[in-house]
């Protein structure tokens, strides 16, 4: 039966204490305040016309009489659905905005008729009728079932807002429904703590890798318990992980050191092969200059200066080349620095990712963990503690508050189980118990879920 997100069930386990700690004399204090309450518009009889708000929605019907065509013209642009919005007014075509919040269905009616008549020049405003076909929710918390966000409708009394909310705590299969609820809250402790061990495990691995230890720290909360399979099987894992990650690593960059020592070997020999090449060319320049001498002054014949020529060509274009595959192979070996250096930069930007992400989730495990646990506290203590309590004494009878926003503030009045409700009311339902069985539920502390 609800609509739109429900409340969280949470809120009102986790704040019992509050609903519990009235003593009955409030009930006694709602029927001598009942004369009063039609003043502040919480009574049972008929109630004021309806003023809108944000969230309601309503229909929209315009139609004029045009003498000259003796026909009723309908204004189909603004025959539609209309939604209240935050701000608290109505957008039509037309028009654009046109507040709504506060009035009635006919101020409304009247103001867009008026609107209307001036936008568009008519001699008349045209007949507009504003009819809501969905109200704004209303709310109920405290010792029911079903906390929550509920569609309103109208003529709704308290009474009728707590059935819809599945009636109070305790009624029904409340047994059959804690002793699921207990099993739940251990369950779900139990699986918190698990993630939360694991994620610890994994923060202090994370930890080691970002400052390249050899060994990982794990922390004194599991180092305690290793005797704990499943923390041990946590802290192995971690470990294993560790150790993979950490000799990948040591073999990349290892491997790449080898390729430089390899690469430097062949700077080596090519340094040496230019040397000689170098020296054999410097002689065969020399043996050409020298026959070259011996031509010009025709000691010589010709040819033999044109093969020297052509030996200290190809000698330059060998010392030429050589050199080429020296520079390159003093590249490959920066590409292999560059390479060590992304390695380990990689990693490291990897594990300050994963760092990040593993503290979020631990964050989010321990609230997890908290919640749970709260949960938990409350099926054992403190609904037991209010079945007892509803057995014992029947005249611990429900109390009912209603906070409605009046002229812009909240503001909250006890009420009995026939008063009205409206759109966008909160109820707040109440059980007192007994005053001895108050104060030992504040004293009672849930024990920690082993593993």
Not at 97 to 109: N, V
């Amino acid at each position: 039966m609800s609509s739109g997100t429900m409340l969280p069930t949470l809120t009102s386990r986790m704040h019992f204490g509050r609903f519990f700690r009235p003593s009955v004399s409030r009930v006694l204090a709602a029927s001598l305040l009942w004369t009063l309450m039609g003043q502040a518009g919480f009574a049972a009889t008929q109630a004021p016309e309806y003023a809108l708000g944000p969230q309601d929605k309503v229909r929209l019907k315009v139609y004029e009489w045009r003498t000259t065509l003796n026909a009723v013209f309908e204004w189909t642009s603004l025959n539609a659905e209309f939604t209240v919005g935050a701000s608290g007014a109505i957008s039509l075509p037309l028009l654009g905005e046109i507040p709504a919040s506060g009035s009635t269905t006919s101020q409304l009616a009247r103001a867009i008729g008026e609107n209307l008549q001036v936008r568009i020049g008519l001699s008349e405003a045209p007949n507009v009728a504003v009819e809501v076909v969905q109200y704004r929710p209303f709310y109920i918390m405290g010792a029911v079932n079903k906390p929550g966000e509920y569609p309103y409708r109208p003529d709704l009394t308290v009474l009728q807002a707590l059935s819809i909310a599945g009636g109070l705590i305790g009624s029904g299969d409340s047994g059959l429904r804690l002793g699921r609820e207990i099993i739940t809250g251990q369950g779900d402790s139990e699986f918190s703590e698990a993630e939360a061990n694991g994620l610890l495990a994994r923060k202090a691995r994370l930890e080691a890798e970002l400052k390249n230890a050899d060994k990982i720290q794990f922390p004194p909360e599991l180092e305690q318990r290793k005797a704990n399979p499943a923390v041990a099987t946590v802290i192995r894992q971690e470990v294993t992980i560790f150790e993979a990650r950490r000799n990948a690593l040591i073999t990349e960059v290892n491997a790449l050191g080898q390729l430089k020592v390899f690469l430097a070997k062949a700077v080596e020999s090519l340094e040496a092969q230019v040397k000689v090449q170098q020296r054999e060319r410097d002689l065969t320049k020399k043996e050409l200059d020298n026959v070259a001498s011996l031509v010009s002054r025709g000691l010589a014949a010709s040819p033999r200066q044109l093969d020297l020529e052509r030996i200290v060509s190809r000698m330059e274009g060998d010392k030429l080349r050589l050199e080429t595959e020296l520079l390159r192979t003093k590249q490959d070996i920066s590409r292999a620095d560059i390479a060590i250096i992304e390695a380990r930069n990689k990693l490291s930007n990897e594990v300050a990712s994963d760092l990040r992400q593993t503290q979020t989730k631990l964050e989010q495990s321990v609230v997890k963990i908290d919640t749970a646990q709260k949960l938990l506290f409350e099926s054992q203590f403190t609904f037991p503690q209010l079945l007892a309590a509803r057995r014992q004494d029947g005249k611990n009878q429900p109390v009912y508050r209603i906070v409605r926003r009046i002229e812009g503030q909240a503001k909250e009045t006890l009420v009995p189980e026939a008063a009205l409700l409206q759109p966008g009311d909160t109820v707040k339902v109440e059980i007192p118990l007994p005053d001895e069985l108050s104060q030992p539920a504040q004293q009672v502390r849930a024990a920690p879920v082993s593993q």
